[in-house]
């Protein structure tokens, strides 16, 4: 999945969102659900991959999805969020693990991108 | 990379040498005929066994088999022996799927006697064996219950009741790896895995029934009591949610410490740290823990298929453990290097150990065919007694998707006498034969190569899938 961005914030949040359309939640409840996640990397492209992983971790064990994140801080090596989502029933595609295959988020000319690949 | 790159050894063996590139530590070697080395340059399988020939402490060669293909970091169907004290560990050259392995159960049927009971047969294992998405089992293992699976692998098991004791012995290191420590196995890995014993998953898993096609080497077939005609079961399963979690945990820790021990490495799915280090060490823990793991869910994995089949077949009906392989694993083992002996941590990745005389299982796609080989004296010398593990992709999912229509596949198994008991469509056509490289040319190499010797030709008849 390629995702680009205006910010680094919006690069997280739309990699987020592309990660909760790609597991294909089954039967979404309207109960909403909302996670606190902290996690901290050496760099950008780390601190990304480790994010999704954690993000897609909580998914596996609690059955919930969390298409969208307010960011209370997102630096190069630190993200502290507050996720918001809703239950499922489960999973159409098992995506195992987000890897750091072929990443590497790279500010360009005012677009943050990179490339990321799913182990499924 | 180009072929022009690589010096031909033998009709069988290719080799990049160290110069290719400025921080190779070792040349790497490509096992494979001409033909299948044009189709392995296609893909960045080579540049990433470069890669894995800059790792600290590799010895001898970074290795491929002929199955080989691009994976994460390491290729799949690599095999990489670095020095047990000086070298690293890597747990991207295990893989994600730690103890991803087969199994095979001999049974005293032929083809004929189970024909008129197969697609029953075939519906009740994929009753039993939880398959697809995130399936959990019929068993839930938590706390001290969990850990002393992780700690004792199939023999846990055996021990609750699933299988008897000698069975354990026709397990690569009778079905449990010692030194796990189920504390560095992480909360979130727990609980990934707390029901998944007993389940296949989804992807390329699945638990298959077979007919011994032909027979290759008349003695060894006999050692391993098969013969032509008869029925056999292959499972190809690993660790599931749990060694996924412990792969993912520990590649953030040593993506970490790497700085620490100024390890620079040409990428980030190779990141490691040096054996001797607390995180190394405490990899090696958790993967045991986790591999033990898959050995205890290919034995809850036996019991469910023995129920099945007792309950279509009778309840005297023996199924038998021919072997169980692992070829997604890191073992500590001797091998002779410059004339003596040396103590290395043998990374299979997509690889099969394949020690002197032991049996080895090579699953094929749905559709073609599986076989059992023997492994030789002449893979200790060449390969860290190591063979291939299986075809090896040739298309993407994502590729075999857009190209393969499920019904028509269907139809087509259907004709070649095979039953699909698929928890999708979706999944069915991932695994098509046609997104697989050919199978009989992959064991083929390793045959000529000297590596490993053919004994026998499965085929499947009923196939069971997530």
Known sequence: MRVSAATLEGLFADALRGLMELVKPEYIRAQTVRVQIHVAAPDSTALLIDFLNEVLTRCHIRREIYPRAAFRSLTSTSVDAELEGHPVAGFGEDVKAVTYHEADVREHEGRWSTMLVFDI | ?466
């Open chain 2, 1 to 466: 990379m180009e072929k022009r790159d690589l010096i031909k050894i033998h009709d069988w063996m290719w080799e990049i040498p160290r110069k290719y590139r400025w921080d190779m530590n070792v040349p790497a070697r490509v096992y494979t005929s001409e033909a299948m080395l044009d189709s392995i340059v296609r893909d960045r399988s080579l540049d990433q066994l470069v890669n894995v020939a800059t790792l600290p402490g590799i010895r001898k060669y970074a290795i491929a088999m002929p199955d080989v293909h691009e994976g994460y970091g390491f290729p799949i169907g690599g095999v990489a022996a670095v020095d047990a004290e000086e070298g690293v560990i890597s747990p991207g050259g295990i893989g994600y799927d730690i103890n991803c392995g087969v199994r095979l159960l001999r049974s005293r049927k032929t083809l004929e006697e189970i024909k008129p009971f197969l697609p029953k047969l075939a519906h009740s294992i994929a009753r039993e064996i939880p398959s697809g998405v995130g399936r959990g089992g019929k068993s839930v293992f938590k706390g001290a219950d969990l850990d002393r699976v992780l700690q004792g692998g199939a023999g846990r098991i055996v021990e609750l009741g699933h299988g008897t004791a000698d069975g354990l012995k026709a397990i690569e290191s009778n079905g449990r790896i010692d030194r796990a420590e189920p504390k560095l196995v992480s909360d979130h890995a727990k609980e990934r895995g707390h029901d998944q014993l007993g389940t296949i998953g989804s992807g390329n898993h699945f638990v298959e029934v077979e007919v011994v096609d032909t027979i290759l080497d008349d003695a060894e077939a006999r050692r391993f009591e098969i013969e032509a005609g008869q029925i056999v079961v292959l499972i190809h399963t690993g660790s599931r949610g749990l060694g996924h979690q412990v792969a993912t945990d520990f590649i953030r820790v040593m993506t970490g410490c790497m700085p620490r021990y100024k390890i620079t490495i040409p990428d980030r799915e190779l990141a490691c740290a040096p054996v001797s280090s607390p995180e190394g060490q405490q990899y090696l823990q958790a993967m045991a823990a986790a591999a033990n793991f898959a050995f205890a869910n290919r034995q809850m994995i036996t019991d469910g298929i023995r129920r099945a089949w007792r309950w279509e077949l009778g309840k005297d009906e023996p199924l038998e453990i021919v072997y169980d392989v692992a070829h997604n694993i890191a073992k500590i083992e001797e091998h002779q290097l410059d004339g003596a002996k040396a103590k290395v941590i043998v990374h299979r990745k997509g690889a099969t150990r394949a020690f002197p005389g032991q049996p080895v299982l090579i699953p094929g796609s749905m559709g073609t065919a599986s076989y059992l080989l023997v492994g030789l004296e002449s893979a200790m010398r060449e390969t860290f007694g190591s063979t291939c593990h299986g075809a090896g992709r040739v298309m993407s999912r994502m590729q075999a998707k857009r190209e393969i229509s499920g019904p028509e596949l269907r139809q087509r198994l259907s004709k070649m006498g095979v039953i699909a008991e698929a928890a999708s469509t979706k999944g069915l056509v991932e695994e098509a034969p046609e997104a697989y490289k050919d199978i009989d040319a992959v064991v083929d190499v390793v045959q000529r190569a000297g590596i490993a010797k053919k004994v026998a030709r499965l085929r499947p008849v009923a196939v069971v899938k997530g």
